[in-house]
């Protein structure tokens, strides 16, 4: 594997008699979301404090690029710590400033920009954030949610290398949390930074992180893809990770995987081996949903597809859950692949007409009447044999998918 | 009996001992941190786009601290006037009023009380101003950033102090003489062309130059103090959070008075 961006190599920190951090070992790559998480009171915030140098290790090396922090010049360090910004938990706004002014201030303070460019940057990343109306209102009058959008789009506004997230979700409702999640992945792609992120935010945290870390007891506990965590069955992470993960997924309300996996388990225990079970996948292409009509409009498709398919399904004894960022898998049990694919058909004329049809405001006022866009529903139905696991279903159903709703946003409204 | 006594006199001399030991060194420590956190400041006080935010706190320690200075001049000359007048009719030597108001002025009173006077009106307000911005993160907000705390929240504080210490001082000096004239002349009857005859002919340049070294020294001690304090308030051992803002803004404003009144012998026996 290729360098890391940055690793700690036996670093330890103690305040007092506690030891905070004990002998962390970790990387971080380039151009990837690495996502730590742990129990409140693991150094998870320290462990981020080191890596923009506020707090200093005790013990042991950070290596910046392969090079030691402490061997560094003044200059190379200030060069380094140049391309990291940083989003605090408590969002660390500048109180006497005004929105536009705190956002504006690291491009007045560091560069050597006109005003006009200035401006024209700040007034660009208010917009993506959607804090247009509290451009000129002070931190203490915006609620909770703006404020962490305000302390984003600063630390967003130097397109900085490398950010590292505070917990930027916590005090937001499911929809800003996606929306805030979808707009760390959408820049990430966009201006290609390194993201190292503390949230909680299960699952959707896990569908947009590349890498995960999770803090045990002051170390290491394991690091590496969600996957691979799922997969290695560690007794302590893996009841962790089930105590962060709800019944429900806050988003679409449809359950959670490990929810979705036990109804599944349970499923197949208690079923004979002749009935039929039958499953489909549903997915939206959420990215370019979101490149062409916002992370608003993207999270609303999948959040009216979560709800359509409970609220169609559930009453006959499917279940669905969430299995990637924009994949819903739903169990038909006592179904036959054929009424499976009716009850499909049958969902995706009621879903255009009726469920689809909120997202045209929220189209319309990002891209206008006159030009459209074409939003695509696709569907795969695969029948489920008692051997089949979960990712096995996924892989089938993927095989056979096909469009079954186009909603076209702009000019038009419901087509096909 | 004697090693007996030995040993209580060595148990009741170590603690003692090591009570001022410790207590010394602390605050040799404290001056010592407080050296180079001014020196640091001081430093980037000349760097680039400082200008603007030097300007902001002229305003704010000089400007908004006028009409205190005003006031406290005012009645402290008026005061001088109605004792000295008393005093000096006793000695037959009214006419010597203008001379001891202004030279009272000049060398002690006006860069003392000035000092003591922006101290208690700017100065909690420094340190209760970096105080709340540390205990937000805001000032590791500003790290991150790629700012320097010390260059963006302290130096133009610095700079600030440095050119409205001896300006306000000056309007001390000036207000206070004019009180003097209002109780010595208009209400006690001194003849005004004596009285200011006799400020123009006592004062002379050192006078002036001595009152303003004082009023520059104490400008660094106040901002220096009042800065570090307020910077630090999170490191200290006897309150945290809004509690360590106000034991610092607390701190900050006895130790400048106390540093005042220390400083102000020791240039004044350099001077004389």
């Known amino acids: 594997m290729a360098t890391p961006l940055i690793e700690f190599d036996n670093v330890t920190k103690r305040f007092g008699e506690k030891t905070v951090l004990d002998k962390i070992n970790l990387k971080i790559y380039e151009n990837q979301i690495t996502t730590i998480i742990g129990k409140s009171g693991t150094g998870k915030s320290v462990l981020l404090k080191h890596i923009i140098g506020l707090i200093k290790q005790d013990e042991g090396t950070i290596l910046f690029q392969g090079k030691p922090v402490d061997t560094m010049k003044k200059s190379e360090w200030k060069a380094c710590r140049s391309q990291i910004a940083f989003l605090f938990q408590n969002n660390a706004l500048l109180d006497s400033m005004t929105v536009f002014d705190n956002v504006a201030f690291p491009l007045r303070q560091t560069t050597s920009l006109s005003r006009d460019e200035i401006k024209k940057r700040v007034l660009q990343r208010i917009e993506d954030l959607e804090l ?59 201006f290609g930074f390194t993201a190292v992120m503390i949230s909680h935010d299960i699952p959707d945290v896990f569908f947009i992180s590349d890498r995960i870390i999770i803090l045990w007891e002051g170390a290491v506990g394991f690091e590496g893809t969600y996957e691979e965590a799922v997969k290695k069955k560690l007794p302590l992470i893996d009841e962790f990770l089930r105590s962060l993960e709800g019944f429900e997924d806050e988003l679409t309300s449809l359950l959670s995987r490990e929810a979705f996996r036990m109804h599944y388990s349970a499923m197949l225990g208690g079923s004979s081996t002749a009935a039929a079970v039958s499953a489909a996948l549903f997915s939206i292409r959420l990215n370019l949903v979101n490149e062409a ?61 009726e469920a689809l049809d909120r997202v045209q405001g929220i189209a319309i006022a990002r891209i206008g009447k006159e030009t459209s866009f074409d939003i695509h529903i696709r569907a795969g139905v695969t029948s489920v044999s008692s051997t089949d696991a979960i990712n096995q279903i996924m892989d089938k159903a993927r095989v056979d998918q096909e469009i079954i709703v186009t909603h076209r946003c702009g000019s038009g409204g419901n087509e096909q | 009996m004697a090693p007996l006594a030995k040993i209580h006199i060595s148990n009741a001399i170590v603690p003692l001992f090591s009570f001022v030991g410790a207590g010394t060194l602390r605050l040799l420590g404290n001056f010592g941190a407080i050296a180079v956190f001014f020196s640091l400041a001081f430093v980037n006080i000349f760097r680039r786009k ?74 909690s307000g420094i340190a209760a101003e970096i105080g709340i911005l540390r205990i937000s993160e805001q000032v590791d907000a500003l790290y991150s950033m790629g700012v320097d705390p010390v260059r963006y929240l302290v130096s133009p504080r610095i700079a ?70 307020g910077y630090f308030c999170h490191m200290r051992s006897d309150g945290y959070g809004a509690k360590a803002v106000g034991m610092a803004t607390v701190s900050a404003v006895v130790i400048s008075c106390v540093m005042i009144l220390v400083a102000d012998y020791v240039v004044t026996s350099f001077i004389m």
């Open chain 2, 160 to 229: 600030a102090a440095i050119i409205s210490f001896p300006l306000l001082t000056a309007f001390f000096d000036l207000i206070g003489i004019i009180g003097g004239y209002l109780t010595g002349v208009l209400l006690l009857g001194t003849n005004g062309g004596t009285y200011f005859y006799r400020v123009q002919s006592s004062l002379s340049m050192v006078d002036i130059q001595g009152g303003f070294i004082k009023s520059l020294v104490f400008a660094i001690i106040v901002s220096g103090v009042c800065c570090y304090q």
């Open chain 2, 50 to 123: 400082q200008l603007r935010e030097i300007v902001k706190q002229v305003f704010y320690i000089g400007a908004r601290s006028s009409l205190i200075v005003l006031l406290v001049g005012l009645f402290t000359g008026m005061v001088l006037g109605l004792q000295l007048f008393y005093t000096l009719v006793k000695f037959g030597s009214v006419g010597a009023l203008g001379s001891a108001i202004s030279l009272t002025l000049v060398r002690e009173m006006g860069p003392v009380l000035a000092a003591i006077m922006i101290t208690a009106r700017a100065g």
């Open chain 1, 293 to 353: 009509l916002g992370s608003q409009a993207a999270l609303e498709v999948l959040r009216a597809l979560g709800k359509y398919t409970n609220k169609r399904f559930r009453p006959i004894g499917g279940f669905s859950a969430r299995h990637s960022r924009d994949e819903i898998l739903t169990i038909f049990p006592h179904t036959s692949i054929d009424e499976a694919r009716q009850l499909v058909a049958g969902f995706a004329q009621e879903l255009k007409c």
């Open chain 1, 132 to 190: 247009t109306e509290a451009i000129h209102k002070f931190p203490s009058e915006l609620s909770g949610g703006m404020q962490k959008r305000v302390a984003l789009a600063r630390a967003l506004v130097t397109d900085p290398k490398i950010v590292l997230f505070d917990e930027p979700t916590t005090g937001q409702d499911p929809i800003r949390k996606n929306m805030i999640l979808s707009m760390i992945t959408h820049y990430r792609r966009k």
